[in-house]
């Protein structure tokens, strides 16, 4: 786990671990997100990622993709911004410009679509901080 207080509602926990998993993600992410929809491939029907806009602190909108890695929930989702130009010095990224809401050694199966969705929330606060100040907010950890 990270050290952020986490709803557990963002978890799968209990009686969400005998049902369908993306039957479950759904209904996390209407309840917590309704503003995301999932995206399948039209070929093979899959879902590939789930995407939508997140409002900061200071009023800006970000779209968001998470995006969905076949093994998933074994492999933590990666989390772009593909309608957002980000500074190349901006920090907390991977070299292929997706953002580090996390280190992958701490994903869990036990966190949800919905949860990488309030990570996402979270980076892109800070990054708003980061524009106007020139300082990344928080504790941070080695990548």
Not at 75 to 100: A, F, Q, W
Request: aromatic share 12%; glycine share 6%.
């Amino acid at each position: 786990m990270t050290d952020m207080a986490t709803n557990r509602g963002l978890l799968f926990m209990g009686d969400d671990l005998s049902r369908p998993r993306m039957a479950v993600e759904s209904e996390k992410i209407k309840r917590y997100f309704p503003q995301f929809r999932f995206k399948a491939k039209k070929s093979r029907g899959t879902v590939t990622s789930v995407e939508g806009d997140l409002e900061t602190n200071d009023g800006n909108s970000y779209y968001v993709k998470i995006k969905i890695p076949d093994d998933y929930p074994y492999t933590m989702p990666s989390v772009s911004l593909p309608e957002t130009n980000i500074d190349s010095d901006c920090p907390h990224r991977y070299g292929n410009k997706k953002l580090c809401v996390m280190k992958y050694d701490q994903w869990t199966s036990n966190y949800s679509l919905a949860f990488m969705i309030a990570k996402a929330a979270i980076w892109i606060n800070k990054y708003d901080v980061w524009q106007r100040t020139g300082h990344w907010p928080g504790r941070q950890q080695e990548h």
